[in-house]
Every structure is written in C-alpha cells, then in structure tokens.
C-alpha cells in the first residue's frame, strides 16, 4: 500500500461551528468515540486505495452532471475539479497520504477535497452514497481489470501461435488416459490451448458488458429527490447504460463472481497447459525444453532443472478458485440491500486478480522461449500402435463394418506384443492378410505416425491440412 496516515485525521480550513468538520463525515450522529481496534477492524482503505482513480473518475463525472443540472455553481465546479486533479496527480506520484482514519477510499478522497478546496468539496455528495459510488467504483476497476486481462490472454496466444508455426510441424503422439493413443501435430496441441484461452476472452467480454453499467444515482438504497442525469454521468464514464433499480444496484455483485469465475478458469486453463509441459520436460517424455530463465536449480542436487515458475502458476490455481468460493459465500447469506459484508468482496476480487495477472505475464515468455525436441519425440514415436486407429479405417475403407476392423486390429496388436515386435507396420505381410484377407500392398501407405496426420480428413482434426488452416485463421484473428 502507498503512504498510509495512520491516526491523524485530516485538517480543515476554519468554519463555523454549525458545519464544522468532524475526523469522519458520518461522525456527527454517532460521536468521536473511535476504538482503535475496531477503526482497524472496519477500514478498508488498506486495500481499496486501488479504487483511487476510479473514485475520482466517477467524482469528477458526478460533479460535472450536478453542474449541469444546476445543483452546484460553475465556480464550485471548477474547485471540485482542480482539486479532485491534483489528488489524482498526488496518488499517481505517490505523495498522497492515505489516512486509515477515513475508513475507505471514498472517504478519503473527499476529506482530501474539502480539506484542499473547502466547501465546494463539501457538496460533491449531493445525491450520492457511498454503496452507489463503491458499486460504481468496483465496475470501473472491473472493466479495467478484464481489459488488461484480455489483453495478456492475446499475448499469449499469440506466443502459441508463434510457437506452433516454427516447430508446429513436429508428428507427435495424443493421449486419453496419459496413455498414447493417435499421431498429431505438435502445433495441433498448441492450438488446443488457443482455443481455450479464446472461450475466455470471450468469457471476459460477456462478462465486461454486464459490468459496464453504471450504478450511480442509486443513492444509499432507494434513490434520490434531487433532479440528477445518470444518463450524462454513465456516457460520461464511457458505460452502456444505467442501472435499473436502485436496490439491485446497490446490493448486485454478480459481476465480481462472474469476472472471478472467469479468472478461475484462465487459471484452471494455464493450471492444466502448466502441467503438461512439466510433465513434456520431464525425462520420461522429453519433448519440450524450458528455457533456463524459467526453471530454477536445487539447494542440494546439482543437476537440476526444475520447472518452478510452471509448477506455481500450477499451484496458485487453487487460492483463485477460492477467491470465486469467498465471494458467493459472502454474498449468499445477505438480506437487501448493502452490508458491509460487501466490503470483503475487494480482497478477494484484487487476489485472483494479482494472482492471474502475474501467471498469465510470465506464461508468455515461457511459451516464446520453450524449445520442441523433435528428435526426441521422434525416438519413440513408433511405440504405442499410435497408427491402429488407422489402420482400421483402411479396413472399413475396404467394407469391413467398423466393430469388425477393430477386432482384426486388436488382434493385430496382441499378435505384436506376443511376438515382441513394436510396430504394426512389422508384422509380415501373410501374417496380417492370415487375419483380414482385405489386407494389400497398399498398408504401408496408412501405417506409421507421418502418414496418419498427411491422412487426417475430419474438421479439426490434428493433421497437417487442418493445422494449417487453423494457423491462417488464428494469425488473421490475433493480428
Ligand atoms: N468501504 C465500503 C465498501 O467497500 C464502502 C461503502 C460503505 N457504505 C456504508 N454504508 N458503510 O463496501
């Protein structure tokens, strides 16, 4: 957290005693009596001083309608606005004091104000509560959330798709189970992960759209007297469109879940890419290389490589899954319409946020600098019987019904496996036409891993034909 005040509170310039001002702008009903454990108990300025520059956005759109509509004075306007300024400029140098007597960021943004531009800050509340300007708030720093999010989900599909056009070309073996199941291209896998960071793109954009709609006008629950334009105010802030009851407006966070449910599944998503390749770079398979800078070595063993920056976006996964946890938990049991248990949705939203933010950063290099080992992949590539789906569709191709190929072809296998041979392609050629008499010369063409991916015909399979449309397709979409 930036410069924190921690016990004094804010100056004011010399009123009368009628309007004097008190440590806090709700503290003339309730007294000055301030337990210091419960003022740290309540605050959350600790945390949402990140609301900042959103809370002055909002002040200075809010302000700009009370003028227009004739609530403030153009004079009052101009005030409101230069000091609003220079608190901005104050927070984003670093200077501004944050004062944790002023409980949040909304209450110390306007002390601040009034403490610098006196009563004209004083009316910059007019028709305005603080749980329509939090609510405000908290979609603003949203919106910008999840555009910095989409941005870095581009990043790093795009880093796949670089990836997949220098090595994507490499015939690897697919698996169900972890065991190995049919040929693919490696640019066929690395495409996969394209498409689900795609679904959440598109995921955060559905998302953004609900949450781009401003609250404001709302007031503390029911609303206002005072002839305010919400209309003026969302344009201003760039939103959609106004909400429209005050309750729901108030007391609505669905946006918070359905942006951290989106983060849980990016993190879900980069959790599962994560794991494969520490697996990938692992002995046992060795097909991919991480680059140093992403691997870390051992206190004690001095051949290690371990893929620690991997296994942590692995591992962080699940403090944002329970972040999205915390959040409907919290709201579950909360009668109509603000409670201060809304307070907590900020830590939780900021941390899968934090969280995501630097996983989806540091993935990009890893995938730009990852190294294919195709020789490697090469070396066992005719282990596994990849190509017996194949060589069952030659059978059906020749009018064998399918149930029927695949018995002949398991036998094929078994027949293999007896005779300690690896590739169905070694079986001598009166042996297999022994078990299908539709077997012929031209076999050879089917069998082995390079001739089933040139062979693959369905949409969106992983063979070289499909590979490369996909990657036109994801190099115009990503330009
Ligand atoms: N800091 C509070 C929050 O984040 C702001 C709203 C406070 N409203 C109130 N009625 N106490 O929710």
């Known amino acids: 957290m930036p410069k924190a005040k ?28 301030a337990d210091p454990l419960a003022e740290k108990f309540v605050e959350s300025i600790s945390f949402d001083y990140r609301l900042a520059e959103h809370d002055i956005r909002g002040s200075l759109a809010h302000a700009d309608m009370l003028c227009t509509k004739g609530m403030i004075s153009v004079s009052d306007l101009a005030a ?56 405000l708030d908290i979609r603003l720093w949203c919106v910008a959330a999840i555009d910095r999010v ?67 006008g709302s007031g503390a629950v029911g609303g206002s007297t005072l002839p305010i334009d919400r209309l003026q105010v969302a344009r201003q802030l760039g939103m959609q469109d106004i909400t429209a ?71 962080r996964t699940g ?11 919290m709201l579950k049991g909360q009668p109509l319409a603000y ?9 939780w939203l900021f941390a899968g946020f934090d969280s995501v933010e630097l996983s989806l950063q540091i993935a990009a290099p890893i995938v730009k600098s990852a190294v294919i080992k195709p020789e490697s992949i090469a070396r066992r590539l005719d282990e596994g019987f990849l190509d017996a789906t194949v060589l069952a569709e030659y059978l059906v191709r020749k009018s064998v019904p399918f149930r029927t ?9 078994a027949y293999c496996e007896r005779e300690g041979l690896t590739r169905l392609a070694d079986i001598p050629r009166e042996v297999m036409q022994s078990m299908s008499p539709k077997i012929d010369t031209d076999v050879r063409d089917v069998l082995g891993a390079g001739n089933v991916v040139a062979a693959y ?21 990503l330009k």
């Open 405 to 413: 190929a695949h018995q002949i072809v398991g036998s094929m296998v």
């Open 80 to 135: 409101i606005r230069k000091g609003l300024n220079s608190i901005l400029d104050d927070i984003r140098s670093g200077t501004f004091e944050f004062d944790l007597k002023q409980e949040d960021i909304h209450m110390a943004v306007e002390a601040a104000l009034i403490q610098r531009v006196g009563d004209p800050g004083r009316k910059l509340h007019t028709a305005r509560s603080r749980n329509d300007q939090v609510a």
């Open 339 to 347: 409670n201060r248990d809304m307070q907590e949705d900020k830590r």
């Open 150 to 216: 989409a941005q870095l989900l581009t990043e790093l599909q795009r880093a796949y798709v670089a990836l997949a056009r220098q090595d994507g070309g490499v015939v690897m073996p697919a698996y169900t189970h972890l065991q190995r199941a049919q040929p693919i291209l490696f640019g066929h896998e690395l495409l996969a992960y394209v498409e689900m960071f795609q679904r959440d793109r598109d995921r955060l954009a559905d998302c953004r759209a609900r949450t781009n709609i401003s609250p404001l």
């Open 6 to 33: 921690s016990t004094k509170s804010v100056k004011t310039p010399a009123k009368s005693p009628a309007h004097a001002t008190p440590a806090k702008a709700w503290q003339a009903r309730i007294g000055d009596a």
């Open 245 to 315: 009851n005050s309750l729901d407006s108030i007391s609505d966070r669905d946006f918070v879940v359905e942006f951290a449910f989106a983060l849980s599944m990016i993190a879900m998503h980069l959790s599962r890419w994560a794991e494969q390749w520490i697996l990938y770079s692992s002995t046992e398979f060795d097909f991919i290389r991480i680059a140093d800078q992403y691997t870390t070595g051992s206190s004690m063993m001095p051949q290690k490589r371990n893929p620690d920056m991997l296994e942590l976006i692995r591992g």
């Open 457 to 477: 015909q369905s949409a969106g399979a992983g063979g070289i034909k499909q590979l490369s449309a996909q990657l036109k397709r994801w190099s115009k979409t």
């Open 319 to 329: 403090g944002v899954y329970g972040q999205l946890v915390a959040l409907l938990t």
